[in-house]
Every structure is written in structure tokens, then in C-alpha cells.
């Protein structure tokens, strides 16, 4: 044992002598110390204190119960957990408090952004009279209000505006129904676990899924629970796409941070697999569940350590499925393999039938994509001949490029492929970036069916500072690129690790401007036709909400910006295992003068 991790044992072991002795219960500093501190001392890729410090105590809990370290504290008792929870959850936190009540109704009218995309294809492209912004509207944009949440680390969720009511999830697991004008409060629901995914009205229901793989339908005006059905019963199991109801069922990607529990030398890896449920939106009953691995589980022998090994795991469905209304089809993207058993699974792209869940077509982009977290540490469980985890974090989109329908999916590889959607032959394909493992096409891209935005990361966490963001527009008829825009290398100079120029979150485009975040903190609106930025906001910086209490921006990424009625939103924030720069704010813009406007109308809360 090394002498730095032997002298952090040894404190550990005098701590827990003290909590002993006290005889009180569990001392947190001491079962962090002991239990923690070796892998979390900065020595290793697991976050410091620091940075965990930035998650809320309930976020903490969560994570050692269900998520993705349930398996390294299996050894830990129910108030050994509680008291490491609010240990590392009480450092600098701000109290929650929620917005002031709403003193009006709602207006119903207007027009809607409703989930990840304003439509079934995931196009994330809003139309002139839905955006309310004309071009020369976007350089007098300036902050309207803002939302401090709860959770300090995270605040990368997509924004939903339907029916006068902006519908926002967060981390800590809090769904808010706010004006999307003023930043009030009409109802506040607590979901049992995080929240990433957007939420989706139809029906009178907000719906939304959980880091529990828990999917629920909330009334959309009261904000009281109508159903839950919990939709995946492996531990590990979570849903971060957003769902997508249409014509009375939900369609919920399901994915697994099994390949995180991997890490651990003695956990039996893996049994989950990526797969898509389709529930009745009247009462969250299954209609049909389809997995991404269609090859059965069966043992693979024993790992490093005389483990049991098990496989094919994997294909996680990490982003929302998009909807072909016209062919009644459904197109889903998968993530890599866990484990050595080969299967067709990995980073593939997946056509379903939206009535039944049977494939109709399923192209593997990149085949034998194993891997798992253990490759980055003892490698006890890592594949024997590992990928480079060059799965699929962002959605199909189809797209109608002059009268052909195409389907356009980015990789992390660096490469935008273009699918002949009826049977997933390959079209054309361009590379637009390096690649790796938190690189490339990270969250998703956006396109008017002329052209295609696309925002790379290509950023190494061992050098985030190193990356090299850009922004790119593609000519969907050819695959050729029509211009490319590095981002700003300077703006990490005053800023904390791992601030970045990685271009990875999602982009909005409206006629004329395309916007995308950075990881540096930047909010930035480009001029479609060469890519020149036209307006900027730096989110990394401190605010007060219209709840009260201060709070600060960090990187932004996970979540784009929502464009609608004459507004632009936007969450501030991705501290989520210290890949990304903390923060808990959610914006809201518009320009100038129609701040002006609605000031001049005397709305109050």
C-alpha cells in the first residue's frame, strides 16, 4: 500500500476509534475516512471531497442506496450511509427554498417546446412564429429572472413550455410548474429519486422518468401523482432520455450504470441490458418491452479475481427515441457492450414497430464496444479486449432532406452518420471530430432538414483545458461540411478544473441562429450561415433567485436551451462525477425590449 493511501488509512482508523468511543451512533467523517477517503483523496479518477460536497445530502444517500456506488457500500449499514450522506452533503449548502405562489392563472395559449424536441423527430429545430425571436432579437437578449435549485452540483435539465407553464426537473429530484414569464410558482411534485430526464405533457399528464427507473404521470395543472410504475428491476437501472407519449402510449428509454458497479472487483458483471417500454399513459400499464440485447445472459467464465462473469450486458438507451409517424416506426440509439459476449447490440441504431416493439432493423456503427469502468482502475472486470466506449449518448433524428427521408445519428466516436431510415444502410458519414470517451457528438445535435448543426466535445478529463469545442454545419444532401467553429481556448484561464472548451450539450435552432452551451459556462447564439457568434452569456458567475437565495452557474451541458414565445431558458451547471463544473441555476432571456414590455404590464406574483 502506498504511503499517502497508508497515511489516510491510518487517520481513518483513528477517526473511527473516536466515533467509537463516543458511543452516539456513526460519525460520517469517521465511515468516510475508513470506508471512502482511499479512492476519493484525489489519488485516483473518483471526485474529491470537493466536488462531492456539492451534492445534496438526499443526492448522496441516493447514490450509495440505488446508484451507481450502491455496490461499493454494500458493507455499510442503513445509518452508516445516512451519516456519510450528511457528512459530505452539509458542506456549503444553501437552504432550499421554492419560488413565491403565482397570483394568477396560467395563460394557456402561446406556443410549446414540448420535451427534449418541439417535435416526434428530435429535431430540435423551432420554427420563426413558435421561437417569437427574429435574429435581430437575439444580441438584446438579457436575463429575465432566475432559479437557484437545491442541488449545487447539477442543474443540466431540458425545459419544457406547454400551456402557459414552464415544467422543470432537477437532480435533487424536485418538478416544478413555474410562469414561464415571471419565474412563480403553481406546484412543486418530489419524485423518489434525480431527475434528468425532460418531462412531456400529453394528456393532461406531465410525465417523467427517474435515476430508480421510475416513470410517472403527474396531473400537469395540480401537479398530484395520477401513477408510477417502476419500469426496469435491476439495481443499477435508470432512465436519463426523456419519454415520448404519442397516441396513447409512452415510449421510455432504459439504461444502467452497471458499468459503473463494475469497478468493483467483486461484483458478478453484468447482467442489465438497454431496453425500450412502451406504457399506457391512462394508467402506466406495459404494453410491451423490447431489449437491445437479444442474445440470452449466460456465465462467461470468472473475472481476475474468481468472480463469476456474466454477459451480454449493455446497449443502454441513454437519450430520448424518436417517432416515425408516418412509417409507424420508432428509431432508438444503444450505448456499448459491459463485457466480452459479443452481440449486434453495441452503439447500433434500432428501428422498432411503435404498436409492437419488434426490430425491424438494427445497424451496429460500432461493433464489440466493450466496456466498463473497471478499465479504468484494476481492470478485474474489464473486458479482455476493451472498446473505446464510443457509444451513443445523443438521439436519432429523421429528417426530410429535400423530399428524402434521412436519419442522422452522432457518435462519440466524432462521426455523423447519415441512415437511409427503411432499412439503416448507411448513406454517408463524416468525422467532425477525434473522439473518445466523453467526446465527439456527446448530447445531440439539430437540424431544419437543409443543414445540420453539430456541436464537438473532443475533450480528455485528465486535460480538460485541452479540448478542442467547435461547432459545425453539415450540407445533409452531401455530407460535406460548410463551416467549422472552434470555441474561445482563453475563457478557462480563471477558472476551476475541469472547466472546458468541449462543445457538449444540445443545441436549439430556430431560422437564422443556432445556440449551444459550453463547458466553460458560455451560452453562445451563432449566425446559421457562417457560424459567427452574435451574442453570448456568461453563465459561470453568481445570482439570486426568484426563490431568494443565491447561487452559482457552471458548465453547461446534458441540457439545451429551450427557444419559444420570445424567450430562451437554459440550466446552468454539470458537476455530476467531477466531470464538469458545478452549478444550480436556471436562466431565463429575452430581449430587452420585451423585458421592458412585460414590466410595463405590472404582472406580479
Avoid at 11 to 20: E, F, M, P, T
Avoid at 51 to 78: C, F, H, P
Avoid at 371 to 398: H, I, Q, T
Wanted: aromatic share 10%; glycine share 12%.
Amino acid at each position: 500500500m502506498p504511503g499517502f493511501h497508508r497515511s489516510w488509512w491510518i487517520a481513518g482508523v483513528v477517526l473511527l476509534w473516536a466515533a467509537s468511543a463516543a458511543a452516539v451512533g456513526p460519525d460520517g467523517t469517521a465511515v468516510f475516512a475508513s470506508r471512502c477517503l482511499i479512492c476519493h483523496s484525489g489519488s485516483g479518477h473518483a471526485s474529491k471531497l470537493e466536488a462531492l460536497s456539492k451534492l445534496s445530502s438526499d443526492r448522496v444517500y441516493e447514490i450509495l442506496t440505488s446508484g451507481m456506488m450502491k455496490t461499493q457500500a454494500a458493507g455499510l449499514n442503513d445509518a452508516e450511509r445516512r451519516s456519510v450522506s450528511e457528512y459530505i452533503g452539509h458542506h456549503g449548502k444553501t437552504p432550499a427554498a421554492l419560488p413565491p405562489l403565482c397570483s394568477f392563472s396560467p395563460h394557456s395559449g402561446g406556443a410549446e417546446w414540448n420535451g427534449w424536441s418541439p417535435d416526434l423527430q428530435n429535431t430540435r429545430f423551432q420554427s420563426a412564429a413558435a421561437a417569437g425571436l427574429k435574429p435581430e432579437d437575439v444580441p438584446k437578449l438579457e436575463l429575465k429572472w432566475a432559479l437557484v435549485m437545491s442541488d449545487v452540483a447539477s442543474a443540466a435539465n431540458q425545459v419544457s413550455v406547454v400551456g402557459g407553464r414552464l415544467y422543470l426537473a432537477s437532480w435533487d429530484g424536485t418538478i416544478y410548474a413555474l410562469d414561464p414569464q415571471t419565474g412563480c410558482r403553481f406546484w412543486t411534485f418530489n419524485a423518489e429519486s434525480g431527475v434528468r430526464a425532460a418531462i412531456t405533457i400529453a394528456d393532461g399528464m406531465a410525465f417523467f422518468g427517474d435515476f430508480q427507473a421510475n416513470v410517472y404521470a403527474v396531473d400537469a395543472t395540480t401537479g398530484k401523482l395520477r401513477w408510477k410504475t417502476k419500469v426496469y428491476d435491476h439495481p443499477n437501472a435508470r432512465i436519463t432520455g426523456s419519454p415520448r407519449p404519442y397516441q396513447g402510449l409512452l415510449y421510455v428509454p432504459v439504461a444502467s450504470l452497471e458499468e459503473g458497479a463494475a469497478s468493483d472487483p467483486q461484483y458478478e458483471c453484468c447482467r442489465s441490458r438497454g431496453n425500450v417500454v412502451a406504457l399506457n399513459t391512462a394508467d402506466g400499464k406495459e404494453i410491451w418491452r423490447t431489449f437491445t440485447v437479444d442474445e440470452p445472459i449466460h456465465q462467461l467464465g470468472a473475472n481476475k479475481k474468481g468472480v463469476p462473469r456474466f454477459g451480454p450486458a449493455g446497449a443502454s438507451v441513454w437519450s430520448a427515441v424518436t417517432v416515425d409517424a408516418r412509417h409507424n416506426r420508432l428509431f432508438v440509439a444503444t450505448g456499448n457492450s459491459f463485457t466480452d459476449a459479443p452481440t449486434k447490440a453495441t452503439d447500433s441504431i434500432i428501428a422498432m414497430d411503435l404498436k409492437t416493439g419488434a426490430k425491424i432493423w438494427q445497424k451496429s456503427l460500432r461493433p464489440n464496444d466493450a466496456w466498463n469502468a473497471s478499465c479504468m482502475g484494476d481492470k478485474v472486470n474489464c473486458p479482455e479486449d476493451p472498446g473505446p466506449d464510443y457509444d451513443f449518448g445523443s438521439n436519432p433524428v429523421l429528417a426530410d432532406v429535400e423530399g428524402r427521408e434521412v436519419l442522422l445519428a452522432g457518435q462519440k466516436s466524432g462521426v455523423l452518420y447519415a441512415l437511409d431510415p427503411k432499412d439503416g444502410e448507411k448513406i454517408w458519414e463524416l468525422r467532425l471530430g477525434k473522439g473518445n470517451s466523453l467526446g465527439g457528438i456527446e448530447w445531440g445535435f439539430a437540424t431544419d432538414g437543409k443543414t445540420g448543426y453539430v456541436p464537438v466535445a473532443d475533450w480528455d478529463v485528465a486535460k480538460p483545458m485541452n479540448a478542442d469545442g467547435s461547432l459545425n454545419a453539415v450540407d445533409l444532401r452531401t455530407g460535406s461540411l460548410l463551416w467549422h467553429v472552434p470555441n474561445p481556448t482563453d475563457t478557462c484561464k480563471e477558472r476551476p478544473v475541469p472547466c472546458s472548451s468541449a462543445n457538449a450539450g444540445p443545441l436549439a435552432l430556430i431560422p437564422g441562429i443556432v445556440m449551444s452551451g459550453s463547458l466553460d459556462g458560455y451560452l453562445r447564439a451563432h449566425d446559421t450561415a457562417t457560424g459567427k457568434v452574435v451574442w453570448q452569456f456568461d453563465t459561470y458567475r453568481e445570482f439570486t433567485g426568484v426563490n431568494g437565495i443565491p447561487g452559482h452557474g457552471g458548465a453547461v451541458n446534458a441540457a439545451g436551451p429551450t427557444v419559444v414565445n420570445g424567450m430562451v431558458y437554459q440550466t446552468s451547471g454539470y458537476g455530476a462525477y467531477g466531470l464538469g463544473m458545478p452549478g444550480n441555476v436556471f436562466l431565463a432571456f429575452a430581449p430587452a425590449k420585451a423585458s421592458a414590455a412585460s414590466e410595463a404590464a405590472g404582472k406580479s406574483y
